[in-house]
Each structure stands twice: as C-alpha cells, then as structure tokens.
C-alpha cells in the first residue's frame, strides 16, 4: 500500500524519522551506559568486598602476632642474671683500664642455667644460676696477672673454666703483649 504524500509531507516525515532513529540511539546508548554504570558498580563493590577480606585476614595475621609477642618476656623484664653480668662487665672495664690491659671482648651465654659447681662434690648452690662467660684480653703479662689478681674482688660470684694464653700476632719482641681468653661462669641468685 502506497501512501501519495505532498513534497512537504515527505520532508515532514524525514524529519520524524530522523528524530525516531535519534530518539531510538540515544535511548540505547542510556540503556547501555545505565548497564555499564550498574556493570562498574558491582565489579567496585566485588573489589571492595575482596580488599575488605583481605584486611580482615592481615588483621587475624596481625592479631595472632601480638598475642605471640605478649607472650614473650618483655625488654623490661631483662634477663634473670642481668645485674651479675652488668656488674662483671663493669668490673673489667675499671679493672682493664687501672691495670693498663685491652679489653678486647666480653661474650656471655645466651640464657642462664641451673648453677652446678665443678669444684665441689657437694654444693648447697640451689637457686642460683650461671651464666657462661669468655673474656678477651690483650697485654703485658704483667699486667694481665694484675687483672686476673684483681678478680678476686669482683662483686659478683664467678668460676674460672680455662685461662688460654698466647702471643699476641705480630709480636716478636721479648716482652711481646699476650692475648688471652679467659672463659668463666658468673653465678648469680635465680631471678637476680
């Protein structure tokens, strides 16, 4: 069926076409930008919840950390020989310094252990501790003497394990310095 229409109403009609298939695209691209709107909200809120329980699992990590770290014994606390060891060190280093001896190292054990004497058969030492200690001298021997002879005086109980003397490297005078280790174990009252 064929419609006679006027030039005017022919050109009407473009233009009403036209309107429709531009009314009709822009309606798509709505449609299609209200769907890539609510496509990027959903993916944002997808990622949201992943980085959510992502920092909820740091924070269990994190958590389950500082109840491990509470557990462990605090700076404050110290060590149970802390003022034995202080006191010794100190001791030395005033003891190395009258004597005119280096005092090259002080090294002490790790942790204190039950003190047993190597001295005695029998030792009524219960409840105290040792604590392991090698000590590096460089000297006259002379003056090492002097400073072993001045441990007789440290404030602090001690065992002497070994004394390991020997030309220091690089001597060749008569009266060449000597090195030497003295390795001993400082006793202490447990908890002192």
């Known amino acids: 069926m064929t419609f006679l229409t006027s030039p005017a109403q022919s050109a009407a009609l473009g233009k009403l076409r036209t309107a429709i298939y531009v009314c009709?695209?822009?309606?798509t691209l709505l449609v299609l930008g209200a769907g890539g709107v609510a496509i990027q909200a959903n993916l944002t809120a997808k990622s949201t919840d992943l980085a959510i329980t992502e920092i909820k699992g740091e924070i269990s990590s994190?958590?389950?950390?500082l109840a491990r770290a509470k557990k462990l014994p605090s700076q404050s606390e110290g060590r149970k020989d802390e003022k034995?060891?202080?006191a010794v060190q100190r001791f030395l280093k005033q003891s190395?310094?009258?004597t005119g001896v280096e005092l090259l190292e002080v090294q002490t054990g790790t942790s204190p252990m039950p003190f047993l004497t190597r001295?005695?058969?029998n030792s009524d030492d219960k409840g105290k501790v040792q604590t392991d200690v090698q000590v590096s001298l460089r000297g006259d021997i002379r003056k090492i003497y002097a400073l072993l002879v001045s441990l007789q005086n440290c404030p602090t109980g001690f065992e002497i394990d070994s004394i390991d003397i020997s030309r220091a490297e690089g001597s060749t005078a008569k009266s060449a310095p000597v090195s030497v280790k003295l390795n001993m174990?400082?006793?202490t009252?447990?908890?002192s």
């Open 24 to 27: 009709v695209g822009i309606g």
């Open 62 to 65: 994190l958590e389950r950390e």
């Open 84 to 86: 034995g060891l202080v």
């Open 96 to 98: 190395s310094r009258a």
């Open 119 to 121: 001295y005695a058969k």
């Open 185 to 187: 174990r400082i006793v």
């Open 189 to 191: 009252a447990e908890g």
